[in-house]
C-alpha cells in the first residue's frame, strides 16, 4: 500500500510538472506550421519536415521512414530508464483534401473557405486552413505532449515513441499509388516501431476503446450507350434505375445500422459517390450508372459479415425491382477493433481525463473509422483520447458540413495534451508487471 501511494504520490508530482511545460502559445505555432505545410495523402513529406525540426529543436532526434519522394513518416524515442512498458504516442498527419481547386471543387462546394486552403492562419481565436484540426491538431497536440515531458526532465521507467504517419485518411489516392486506408502506420509498424500500449489522439472529448472499420462497395446499374433524340425505352438509360436504386439504399442503410450497433459504435453507411456518362458528351446516355457506398463495420462484424449482410439487402431490393438490372462488388474492406475496456491503457486514458476534466468520464458512441482499427490489429492495445471536434463560438461561415475540417481551438487541444500526459506518466512510470505485462 505504500509503495503504491508513493508511486501515485510521484505521478501527481510529474503530471504537475510536465503540464506546468504545455505552452499554449508554443502549441498554437506547431498547428499553425503544420497546417501551412500542404501534405495531402501520399504527399506528407513537408508536415513531417515541420515536426521533425521541432523534435530538433528541442534535442530530440527524429527518424524519418521515407515512403516515396513525397511521403514520409516521422517518429522519435523518450527512452525510460528501463524496466517499464513501451508506450506508443500517434497521429496522423495527412489531409482528406487536395487543396486544389481543379481537383475538390465542386465536391467540396462551389468555391473554397479559409479552413479549405493549406495555408495557416490566426482568426478569432481559432487556427484555420485546411487539417487545422484534423488531423495537424491532432499532431501538434501529440508532439506539444512529447515537448512538455522532454522540457519537463520527468523520470520514466518505459519509452515513450512519438509517431506520426502519412496514408491515414480512409480514401483512395489513385493519382499516389493508390495511397491511404492507413498504409503509413502499417509501414511504420511493421519497420521497427513497436510497444505495449498505445495512445491516439482523434476527434471526439472521450475515451474510446472500439474503433469501426469500413467496407466500400461498389453498385453498378446496367442500360444501354444511347442518344438523347431516340425515342425513350428504346435504348435504355442507366441512370433513372439508377436514382430508384438509391432510394432503395437510403432506406436500407438506417437498419443495418441499428442491426449491428452495439457497445461505442455506431456503424453507420452512406452513399458517398455516383459516377455515369461524360459531360463532354451530354448527347449520349451511359450504359453504366455506378453508385458508391461507405458501410461502417463494428468489432464485432467483420467484413465478410458486412458483404453477407449486403448481399441480403441487395437480393431484397432485386426482387422488389425485376426490372432494374445491376450487380455490385466490395471495392475494399478494413476491420473494425476493440481492445479490452478493462485493460491498462483504457482505465489510465479514462483516469487521465477525470484528472483534467475534474468529474467523472462517460461514454459517448461513435463511427469514425482511424488508424486506430490497424495499429490494435497489429497487436497494440490501444486508447483513442481527443477533443471537442466542434468548437464554439466558429465563424458562421466556417460552419456547415465537414470543410476543411480546418477550425481548431488552441484551448481545447491543449485540455487534451494534459490528458495524454497523464496516461503517458501514469503508465510509463511503472514496472511491466505493475500494468500487466
Not at 527512452?79 to 500517434?90: C, E, N, R, T, V
Not at 483512395?172 to 509498424?189: I, K, T
Amino acid at each position: 500500500m505504500g509503495v503504491e501511494m508513493n508511486v501515485a504520490n510521484t505521478i501527481d508530482q510529474n503530471f504537475a510538472s510536465a503540464t506546468a511545460q504545455v505552452d499554449e502559445d508554443r502549441l498554437r505555432r506547431i498547428c499553425l506550421d503544420l497546417a501551412s505545410a500542404h501534405s495531402p495523402t501520399g504527399a506528407e513529406l513537408p508536415a513531417a519536415k515541420v515536426i521533425g525540426d521541432y523534435f530538433e529543436a528541442a534535442g530530440i532526434t527524429p527518424i524519418y521512414q521515407h515512403l516515396s519522394a513525397t511521403s514520409a513518416n516521422v517518429y522519435a524515442r523518450l527512452p525510460g530508464s528501463g524496466g517499464g512498458p513501451s508506450l506508443l504516442l500517434y497521429a496522423p498527419i495527412d489531409t482528406h483534401l487536395e487543396g486544389d481547386p481543379a481537383q475538390d471543387i465542386p465536391a467540396v462546394g462551389a468555391k473554397f473557405r479559409p479552413d479549405m486552403l493549406p495555408v495557416g492562419h490566426e482568426r478569432d481565436g481559432f487556427v484555420v486552413g485546411l487539417g487545422a484540426s484534423n488531423p495537424k491538431g491532432m499532431a501538434a497536440t501529440v508532439l506539444e505532449a512529447a515537448l512538455a515531458l522532454r522540457a519537463a526532465d520527468v523520470t520514466l521507467r518505459g519509452d515513450i515513441i512519438v509517431a506520426f504517419a502519412g496514408g491515414g485518411m480512409p480514401i483512395n489516392a489513385s493519382q499516389r499509388d493508390n495511397r491511404g486506408l492507413s498504409d503509413g502506420v502499417y509501414h511504420m509498424l511493421t519497420r521497427g516501431v513497436c510497444a505495449d500500449f498505445a495512445i491516439v489522439m482523434k476527434p471526439g472529448s472521450g475515451v474510446y476503446h472500439e474503433e469501426p472499420g469500413l467496407c466500400w462497395f461498389r453498385v453498378s446499374v446496367r442500360g444501354v450507350f444511347g442518344y438523347a433524340g431516340i425515342p425513350r425505352g428504346i435504348m435504355p438509360n442507366s441512370i433513372p434505375p439508377a436514382a430508384k436504386l438509391i432510394l432503395e439504399l437510403e432506406e436500407w442503410l438506417p437498419t443495418y445500422t441499428t442491426r449491428n450497433t452495439r457497445g461505442q459504435v455506431v456503424p453507420r453507411g452512406a452513399i458517398t459517390a455516383l459516377r455515369a456518362g461524360s459531360v463532354d458528351r451530354l448527347a449520349f446516355t451511359p450504359a453504366t450508372t455506378e453508385i458508391y457506398l461507405d458501410i461502417r463495420c463494428a468489432p464485432h462484424t467483420p467484413p465478410a459479415e458486412v458483404k453477407a449482410q449486403f448481399a441480403e439487402a441487395m437480393d431484397a431490393i432485386r426482387a422488389r425491382n425485376p426490372d432494374i438490372k445491376f450487380d455490385w462488388d466490395m471495392c475494399a474492406a478494413y476491420p473494425g477493433s476493440a481492445t479490452a475496456e478493462d485493460n491498462w491503457i483504457i482505465k489510465s486514458a479514462i483516469r487521465g481525463w477525470e484528472a483534467v476534466e475534474g468529474n467523472t468520464y462517460t461514454m459517448p458512441p461513435n463511427s469514425g473509422q482511424t488508424d486506430i482499427s490497424l495499429i490494435r490489429n497489429l497487436g497494440i492495445p490501444t486508447a483513442r483520447l481527443g477533443w471537442p471536434s466542434t468548437p464554439k463560438n466558429v465563424p458562421p461561415d466556417l460552419t456547415g458540413g465537414l470543410g476543411g475540417m480546418g477550425v481548431a481551438y488552441v484551448p481545447d487541444l491543449a485540455i487534451a495534451c494534459k490528458k495524454i500526459i497523464y496516461a503517458a506518466i501514469d503508465t510509463c512510470s511503472r514496472a511491466r508487471a505493475d500494468v500487466n505485462l
